[in-house]
T-cell receptor, first 114, second 114 residues
Framework: EAGVTQFPSHSVIEKGQTVTLRCDPISGHDNLYWYRRVMGKEIKFLLHFVKESKQDESGMPNNRFLAERTGGTYSTLKVQPAELEDSGVYFC????????????FGEGSRLTVL | DQQVKQNSPSLSVQEGRISILNCDYTNSMFDYFLWYKKYPAEGPTFLISISSIKDKNEDGRFTVFLNKSAKHLSLHIVPSQPGDSAVYFCAASAVGNAGNMLTFGGGTRLMVKP
């Protein structure tokens, strides 16, 4: 069974440009999450989808970030325009039963904003 | 303000000995705690969890202890193996959140020397 896949693995852009990160969750997982780790610090929650609906987006830093989940399958996270402080690793995770504790994380998309 | 803290950024132990990783939290609403392990260039992987109604949970070489009065949990690895070398993240989930929004600590890098 394929795990959570993320694309691209690394993106280098200039300040002011736009980047779109993509996540394909494990098939059948209704819950999809985006997290971010900045500057090697703690991993922070961004938002949670249940199928195609945003269940909780309290962690989204500002309106430069837009997340979508088309048809309850893959998800995209767009940063527009990107700022220097957006640099970090963006992790996507999925789960069918989060209370069991197991969020399955992808390898992350490293974003570098110059 | 960090609600989950791992005060030791790194820990080095000899193979075969015990590794003890510590985690403190401040939010009394946390009722579910997890440990994740992360290798370089990979996403975090779930290791072990504990509910607030318990004070200990064991899974093979890994044991998590929870001290609610002290708002402290620890992960014990016995015996430690070189393959355990990774960054370990403590995470917590609040009542009513059903494990969907995890608050992570900053991580502890464990190095197990052969």
């Amino acid at each position: 069974e394929a795990g959570v896949t993320q694309f691209p693995s690394h993106s280098v852009i200039e300040k002011g440009q736009t980047v779109t990160l993509r996540c394909d969750p494990i098939s059948g997982h209704d819950n999809l999450y985006w997290y971010r780790r900045v500057m090697g610090k703690e991993i922070k929650f961004l938002l949670h989808f249940v199928k195609e609906s945003k269940q909780d987006e309290s962690g989204m830093p500002n309106n430069r970030f837009l997340a979508e989940r088309t048809g309850g399958t893959y998800s995209t996270l767009k940063v527009q325009p990107a700022e220097l402080e957006d640099s970090g690793v963006y992790f996507c995770a999925s789960s069918q039963h989060p209370r069991a504790g197991e969020l399955f994380f992808g390898e992350g998309s490293r974003l570098t904003v110059l | 303000d960090q609600q989950v803290k791992q005060n030791s950024p790194s820990l080095s132990v000899q193979e075969g000995r015990i590794s003890i990783l510590n985690c403190d939290y401040t939010n009394s609403m946390f009722d579910y705690f997890l440990w994740y392990k992360k290798y370089p260039a990979e996403g975090p992987t779930f290791l072990i969890s504990i509910s607030s109604i318990k004070d200990k949970n064991e899974d093979g070489r890994f044991t998590v202890f929870l001290n609610k009065s002290a708002k402290h949990l620890s992960l014990h690895i016995v015996p430690s193996q070189p393959g355990d070398s990774a960054v370990y993240f403590c995470a917590a989930s609040a009542v009513g959140n059903a494990g969907n929004m995890l608050t992570f600590g900053g991580g502890t890098r464990l190095m197990v020397k052969p």
